[in-house]
């Protein structure tokens, strides 16, 4: 079984900055796209941004410039940097890998952390 575990929510200041980090664990040949999804209350799930094993990256228009996505492959790991924090940002986020595990390589199925609360407020 592979499992993601976020870590690095909390409160923050608005204008202030939060990294969140994502490592997946278990049994796994290889890792296709990264990415981090959130949930506002009363919305739906919307994507926040997606890196590929190549290195692309994609943002939603409404984060663009403040946050930052990255992965260390070494690590099975995501990272969100997230500067510039408004209010509106406040949402659980969650970790999204397309994960491959033995015997296959390039056969992935897609998987979610259990999400983290980030709230911004003063």
């Known amino acids: 079984q592979v499992q993601l575990v976020e870590s690095g929510g909390g409160l923050v200041q608005p204008g202030g900055s939060q990294t969140l980090s994502c490592v997946a664990s278990g049994s796994i040949s290889s890792i296709d796209t990264m990415g981090w999804y959130r949930r506002a209350p009363g919305n739906e799930r919307e994507l926040v941004a997606t890196?590929?094993?190549?290195?692309?990256?994609n943002y939603a228009d409404s984060v663009k410039g403040r946050f930052t996505i990255s992965r260390d492959n070494a690590k099975n790991t995501v990272y969100l940097q997230m500067n510039s924090l408004k209010p509106e940002d406040t949402a659980v986020y969650y970790c999204?890998?397309?994960?491959?595990?033995?015997?296959?390589?390039?056969?992935?199925?897609?998987?979610w952390g259990q999400g983290t609360l980030v709230t911004v407020s003063s």
């Open positions: 999204n890998m397309g994960v491959s595990t033995p015997p296959f390589k390039f056969r992935y199925l897609q998987v």
């Open positions: 890196i590929t094993s190549g290195g692309r990256t």
